[in-house]
């Protein structure tokens, strides 16, 4: 009789432990996982911008193809405001916290 409360005892400091032990392993994948979607986000605003870059080169600043390339670029920023209410300039290398990409 005198066992079988010894294990009832053991029963919740084993469970904790194991619980802390599982807590302590996953800690570290959130932040890895946040800054890999983080840097997804700021490569896909890039590659945008660059084809903008590259529809006005070829096209001309007003021409249709800049037009859709420019919405591309405000699709992929709009996201990235959605996900980390920030967004990319590839330009300037710098993130923003307002959401002004489409002010002068």
Same mark, same amino acid.
């Given at each position: 009789?005198?066992?079988?409360?010894?294990?009832?005892?053991?029963?919740?400091?084993?469970?904790?432990?194991?619980?802390?032990i599982a807590g302590l392993l996953l800690l570290p994948?959130?932040?890895r996982s946040y800054a890999d979607e983080h840097s997804k986000c700021q490569h896909a605003i890039e590659k945008a911008e660059s084809n903008l870059d590259h529809a006005i080169?070829? %096209? #001309?600043?007003?021409s249709p193809e800049a037009d859709s390339?420019?919405?591309?670029?405000?699709?992929?920023?709009?996201?990235?405001w959605d996900q980390? %209410? #920030?967004w990319w300039d590839g330009h300037a290398h710098v993130w923003h916290t307002d959401r002004d990409w489409d002010h002068p």
């Open positions: 009789m005198f066992s079988s409360k010894m294990q009832l005892k053991k029963v919740p400091s084993a469970f904790l432990a194991a619980t802390a994948v959130a932040p080169r070829k %096209h #001309g600043e007003h390339r420019r919405r591309e670029l405000n699709d992929e920023r709009q996201h990235c980390y %209410h #920030g």
